[in-house]
């Protein structure tokens, strides 16, 4: 191989593996990271996690299974728009979110549904995939909000549907596995 | 400064482009099983754009010539 050839591969192939740490550095300074998780695992979560878009999974990948796991909790981050299924401190999920509640503590309620209809604030929304949450909560998934039809990227549109959280629809159908008592911290 | 950009250094630095590339995907593979921040499209933009700036400047400074008989 030609000298100075092979002099710029072992600079540039430096040069990557410093920016590559300071990448790191970076990455791990982000406000994305919440405390109740490890590291480890929202790290992975995060590589997984794709742009919001409202048909189809927050993350590639299959969804985790919820079955035998006796330590389920959800935090939603409003600040992030980004709601967190852990397992003891292990993230399982993150999820794109529409979070319209005010810091509290909810649990997951028995009832959920395929289609809801809601009207506050003069706004008329239907919803799909609902779980019912707290004492008039829902995580759900906005079919339409005053007859406008929600597409795309959901977690930036400027409505407020109050006391809800607004997942894509395969997150929303994969959260109605979550078990009864789920407890939900809203920071 | 035109006699130093050759044709042919333009095309080391292809190559160079293209290993890094392939380290770039070796390292986003590997960050679906440790722990480590995948590489996204921007941020490996702005990579490649400071590796090959620097990459120039080091040709223009020295001709890659390191060491203590440069």
Known sequence: MNKELKVMIYTAIGLLLILVVCNNIIHSKKQLYISEGTY???TMALNRLRSPNIRRPSERGKYPS???KKGIKVIAVPQNNLLYVLDHRRVLYIAHALINFTPRALAVNDARGEKSFHMNNGQGSSAVAWTSIGQD???ESPL???QHTVRGNWVKKKY???NTIELSKKDAA?????PQGTGIVIK | MKGQITPHFVKHIVVTDIILLLALLGYNLLSWLIPVNRIRLGAGIL???IIDTCLVIIKLVNNFNFGANR
């Open chain 1, 174 to 178: 994969w959260l109605q596995k979550l």
């Open chain 1, 137 to 139: 909560g829902y995580l």
């Open chain 1, 66 to 68: 919820l079955k035998h």
């Open chain 1, 160 to 162: 407020r549907i109050l």
């Open chain 2, 47 to 49: 990579m490649f754009v």
């Open chain 1, 40 to 42: 480890a695992s929202q």
């Open chain 1, 144 to 146: 339409k909000v005053n």
